[in-house]
């Protein structure tokens, strides 16, 4: 347990304290104290930065379950520490936007904070574990917190839908990313994914390396809303706005990402991981750009454009493994598009807390989240109007705002593919300007309708439940911290250049550069009159056309038939899922011992009489038989008879009868086969057992004391039938297989030299197996107790009555 | 294990059982004495008892049978598992496995040598068991009604 490991777990610790608090000092917002705890390890995680910057990583372990090879190891790499910088400061932010957000009288804080507490700490585990296990036990833990703040407002009905569907979701997609772990543990041997990264050239041709490499990208894109596995992140959006803002747009949907990029030196380099991941991201950009313009809850629109921004980072992370294919990559040509993925994701996280916040302040102010209802904000809310301005129009990438960097980036790195002669770029790569060219403009018009349609156009008071007006400014802070970061870091992008952009690609394409080489990152606003200039102007001019024009063209929204919807498909999943085992439970849980009795019967014919014959099991010879005499047979015949007669018999009283003839006739068996104490046992045994059968008879209920032959059924005769000829032939099987002497010429010889007993059989009983008896008289006992309890306890409870 | 009809005169059925009885204990005696060395045992032998007992039962009502045999069955079967149980610990104490059994032979007053085994400590619980339970089980289901 190092310091490391402490700043790790701070927040777990932490929110122990959080209920106490919230109980002790109820005039104070918890949230102030909450605060403070991110804020101590933002600035504890800056101070890794210089060490970073040198090339440096920090390990830590300590030990957890060593004799399996996992330990909690804590490493931290330009990667790791991007994500820890992102997860504490905008924690921060979210954490002082929610202390104005959430009223302290009518909310539950203490629940808030504990999960969002939780949350934190689990999310850090994430992204600064080295070891896989350690990783999937964090990555868990966001999905449990993020499930529990979801369903915040548990009484809403919506609420719990949502926190249903993005739980089963995300856990479906870490438990097949269990499994890619597991897979990629057979491969190296190792837990660690340093050391995993160290053994690729030699596990890349197994045939376990392609199906880890899926399984894991289904944890990633299953937490990271990718196409088609998105739809949770809309419904996630009844959270409390600090929570959408802080996991659904920051933090937890980065977690894929995160994974997909510690993961890059693994699996990168491999077609499957390059299509996969770049064809998937590209789509989902598509569809959640294309789906966002339709939306009317502003939150719905962040939403799917959170799906379409995420689908934009994780093409580019695509797009980028090429470069890994590429031995022969001195130059920065394709790592062109990491830079700009870690870059997008900075800025993504900037711009869309920031209006996130800004739609929290709006519904909190108007009441309402539906643009048709808002309009004419703007003198009401001049700040909000700002801030919104600043994010939709970095969303929008256009500058002078953040945005506009990466998303230049982004279409460089997309016009460089095509130029690549590898992994059967040379047709299909066309496919990928043209597809982001046109997801970018969809995201410039639904960046702008969360503006204009909001901000501007007409006031309609009557629609709304409050008069609206400014937010407090304690509410707008943590937004207008994060709109003036997307300003700088378009003025002064060298700020986080070989800050942290670097050590970060440096973590993500290992290995590429010699000692003390650097990737080469320089951001810039001005690359002249280039494709991708072109592609944004293009971009800016067509969407605003279309923006001007969307009331004509939306009905094409209206074509895709409702019923299609991958919603409905899931809907129609779980519901399908619960009725047909419902229905598959009712099928075989009949209630009915026969029915249960058939299938253990079933069974048995079937798994003895299959091992039979694949294992070639029978034999049958007569080498070891005995004669068979007159009295054995005359015995067997009238044993037959007895049998037959149980069955067919109509009344019971004569099966009762038959039963204890074929009793007797076993004992007179057991003369003939020369066991006196058996038969003298069996003798006696059988008397009483008629006995208590016939008082059984004696008593049946009048009611139903029908005298009625056993009814026929096929299905019964079969399975008796299969039962008997199974135990038949193992029986002459065994018979006829003896491959050892029998051990009773031991007893023959010992039996009154060392126990000082004549009669075999007892002594046996007595004093060779005695603790067989001993145990058999105690079943004797239990069986007397347990009939002495059953009616004298009934007998009671009646009397009482 | 009925109830006796009052009305219906048992003379004959009572005096014979009267004899028959010590004759059937005296049998189940020999059976469980002897069952070392012949057919026999505790099991057995138990079973016989209680089947005098029946017998008992069957010509006289519950009643009177228990006025004639206090016992509690139950404890007695408690009791045999108890015997055997310690025949077990006893093996303990001479530091040999549990259950282990020994036997010798032994003057006795009045019966001379005899070969004693502990292995008929066993089977004597084994005895009080057998007729522990099986009495258990028929007076409890005969008091019913």
Known sequence: MTLLHLAIIAPFLFAILVPFLYKYFRKIHTGWFVLILPIVLFSYFVQFIDEMMDGNTIIQTAEWIPSLGINFTAYIDGLGLLFALLITGIGSLVVLYSIFYLAKEKEQLHHFYVYLLMFMGAMLGVVLSDNVIVLYTFWEFTSLSSFLLIGFWYTREKSRYGAQKSMMITIFGGLLMLGGFILLYLLTNTFSIREMISQVPAIMDDKLFVPALILILFGAFTKSAQFPFYIWLPDAMEAPTPVSAYLHSATMVKAGIYLVARFSPVFAGTAEWFWIVSAFGLFTMFWGSFNAVKQTDLKGILAFSTVSQLGMIMSMLGVGSAALVLDSVSDTYYSVAIVAAIFHLINHATFKGSLFMVVGIIDHETGTRDIRKLGGLMSFMPISFTISIIGAFSMAGLPPFNGFLSKEMFFTSMVRITELNILNLETLGLLFPIIAWIASIFTFIYSMIIVFKTFTGKFQPEKLKTKPHEAPIGMLISPIILASLVIIFFFFPSLLEYTIIEPAIASIIPGMLGGDEKFHVHIQPWHGFNTELWMTIGVVLIGLLAFLMLSKWSGIYRFTPKKLTLNKGYDAAIRGLDKSSSTFTRFYMTGFIRDYLAYIFIFMIVIVGTSLVVKNGFSFNLRNTAPVGIYEAVLAAVMVIGTITVLFAKSRLTSIIALGSVGYSLSLFFVLFRAPDLALTQLCVETVSVALFLLCFYYLPELKKREKKLPFKLTNLIISLGVGAIVTLIGLAANSQRVSETISSYFIENSYELAGGKNMVNVILVDFRGFDTLFEITVLCIAALGIYGMIRLQAKKEGEE | ?145
């Open chain 2, 1 to 145: 294990m009925k109830k006796t009809n009052l009305k219906t005169n048992d003379l004959i059925f009572q005096t014979a059982t009267k004899v028959i009885v010590f004759l059937i204990i005296i049998y189940s005696w020999h059976l469980f004495f002897s069952g070392h060395y012949t057919p026999g045992g505790g099991f057995i032998g138990g079973l016989m008892t209680s089947g005098a007992i029946v017998l008992l039962l069957l010509a006289y009502d519950i009643k009177t049978v228990v006025s004639i045999l206090p016992f509690d069955y139950i404890k007695m079967a408690a009791l045999g598992l108890l015997i055997a149980l310690l025949t077990g610990i006893g093996s303990l104490f001479y530091n040999v496995p549990f259950l282990t059994h020994t036997f010798g032979y032994v003057e006795l007053p009045l019966l001379g040598e005899t070969a004693l085994a502990t292995a008929v400590l066993f089977d004597l619980g084994v005895y009080l068991v057998v007729i522990g339970v099986t009495m258990t089980i028929i007076q409890t289901i005969g008091e019913t009604e």
